[in-house]
């Protein structure tokens, strides 16, 4: 299986400030069709997970535009321009080129 | 508006089945893949099983695979996960989630699992 590794685990941020999440897979993401189907989810506490970006960089429709996805190959992040309090919660990555799709261990976003 | 409503979370048995609902609505179920994913309590997520349109292309991941069935009724706009042989380590959320892109858009609120004694 692909294994999706987040760093940091854990990243408590000041309101305002920026915030980055990395991921990282243990085999490229490429599909043969050219595209590569890396996701990032939110989890808010006690909610269901929610899109926020689908296929490396596309943002869903209602995701505000400070959230933002980039990468390529094996090598991803997701940034916050400016953490907001609703922004609190855990973030995952997920592949999907590969089955089984694969998630990371989550990255815990909290406010300083 | 566009919604996945999960049912049927129990608590059961080691060794005994469960068979889980979602139910669909706002959407041509019948356009999309489906899939279910779990997650373990204080746990992360993984991707149980997904299934195509017409129901005839499933896959599932290898710690189910051989115990759990997933399928779906398009004239009911429904999907199921019948699951058997359970374990202490089948106990999660699960949520049926529709699949576009590659990856799920919308989410349900889950169902939860537990297998104990």
């Known amino acids: 299986d692909v294994m999706m590794t987040q760093s940091p685990l854990s990243l408590p941020v000041t309101l305002g400030q920026p915030a980055s999440i990395s991921c990282r897979s243990s085999q490229s993401l490429v599909e043969r069709d050219g595209n590569t189907y890396l996701s990032w989810f939110q989890q808010r506490p006690g909610q269901s997970p929610r899109r926020l970006i689908y296929?490396?960089?596309n943002r869903d429709s209602g995701v505000p535009d400070r959230f933002s996805g980039s990468g390529s190959g094996t090598d991803f992040t997701l940034k916050i321009s400016r953490v907001e309090a609703e922004d609190v919660g855990i973030y995952y990555c997920?592949?999907?080129?590969?089955?089984?799709?694969?998630f990371g261990q989550g990255t815990k976003v909290e406010i300083k | 508006e566009v919604q996945l409503v999960e049912s049927g979370g129990d608590l059961v048995q080691p060794g005994g089945s469960l068979r889980l609902s979602c139910a669909a609505s706002?959407?041509?179920?019948?356009?999309?893949?489906m899939s279910w994913v779990r997650q373990a309590p204080g746990k992360g997520l993984e991707w149980v099983a997904i299934l195509n349109q017409d129901g005839n292309e499933k896959k599932y991941v290898d710690s189910v695979r051989g115990r759990f069935t997933i399928s779906r009724d398009n004239a009911k706009s429904s999907l199921y996960l019948q699951m058997n042989s359970l374990t202490a380590e089948d106990t999660a959320v699960y949520y049926c989630a529709r699949d576009i892109q590659r990856t799920g858009d919308v989410w349900g609120q889950g169902t939860m699992v537990t297998v104990s004694s």
């Open positions: 997920m592949q999907a080129t590969h089955w089984p799709r694969t």
């Open positions: 296929e490396v960089s």
């Open positions: 706002g959407f041509p179920f019948n356009f999309y893949w």
